[in-house]
């Protein structure tokens, strides 16, 4: 079963950065998508950045488009999350997620298709 791990996370001033990393364990294929997802109180969960394992192809939430990217250690099996020039709305609760099969990052905004989650990491942006 795949199983997720998130670390990083934590308080930042508006305009600075954090890391998040995410390592998948119990993968049975080569072809997964791993991605990064928020959780803000009242709305709905968001899907920012998901990644392909085939090709590092990679689907951006416009939110975060220019802000925030997503890369990959396909030896390590993680996915790591560069947040930069961090805004309040940017609070919430990040929550890696992980499926197996190919071409899913593109499904990034529909994180009901993603089956496996990481336990969430509180990121709070504010001075």
């Known amino acids: 079963q795949l199983r997720l791990e998130e670390s990083g996370g934590g308080l930042v001033q508006p305009g600075g950065s954090l890391r998040l990393s995410c390592a998948a364990f119990?993968?049975?294929?080569?072809?997964?998508?791993l991605g990064w997802f928020r959780q803000v109180p009242g709305k709905q969960r968001e899907g920012l950045l998901c990644i392909d394992s085939l090709d590092n192809s990679t689907y951006t939430a416009d939110s975060v488009k220019g802000r925030f990217t997503i890369s990959r250690d396909s030896a390590k099996h993680t996915a790591t999350l560069e947040m930069n020039d961090l805004e309040p709305e940017d609070t919430g609760v990040y929550y890696c997620a992980g499926e197996e099969g190919l071409g899913l990052y593109q499904l990034c905004i529909f994180p009901d298709n993603f089956r496996s989650w990481g336990q969430g990491t509180q990121v709070t942006v504010s001075s």
């Open positions: 119990g993968l049975t294929s080569d072809y997964y998508a």
